[in-house]
C-alpha cells in the first residue's frame, strides 16, 4: 500500500508575507569597463535601500 503524503495549506496577508520575504526594497547597480591596448578597468556600484537601512557597495578592478 502506497501512502500520499499529506500537505496543509493556509492562506497569508501581503502584511505578512512583507515580513516574511524582508519587506519592501530599491535597488540598483550600475558598472563601467574601460579596455585599452595598456590596461583595462572595470568598477561596479550597487546600492540597496530597506525600510531598515541603506547598504552600498563598489568594486574596481584594474588589470594590464
Known amino acids: 500500500m502506497n501512502s500520499v503524503p499529506q500537505v496543509a495549506t493556509t492562506e497569508i496577508s501581503d502584511a505578512d508575507l512583507d515580513n516574511v520575504s524582508g519587506g ?3 535597488a540598483g547597480s550600475g558598472g563601467l569597463c574601460i579596455e585599452t591596448p ?4 572595470a568598477s561596479d ?3 540597496v ?3 531598515e ?3 552600498t557597495g563598489v568594486a ?3 588589470a594590464h
Open 49 to 51: 535601500a530597506t525600510p
Open 60 to 62: 574596481f578592478t584594474a
Open 24 to 26: 519592501l526594497a530599491v
Open 53 to 55: 537601512g541603506v547598504t
Open 45 to 47: 556600484l550597487l546600492a
Open 38 to 41: 595598456i590596461a583595462s578597468v
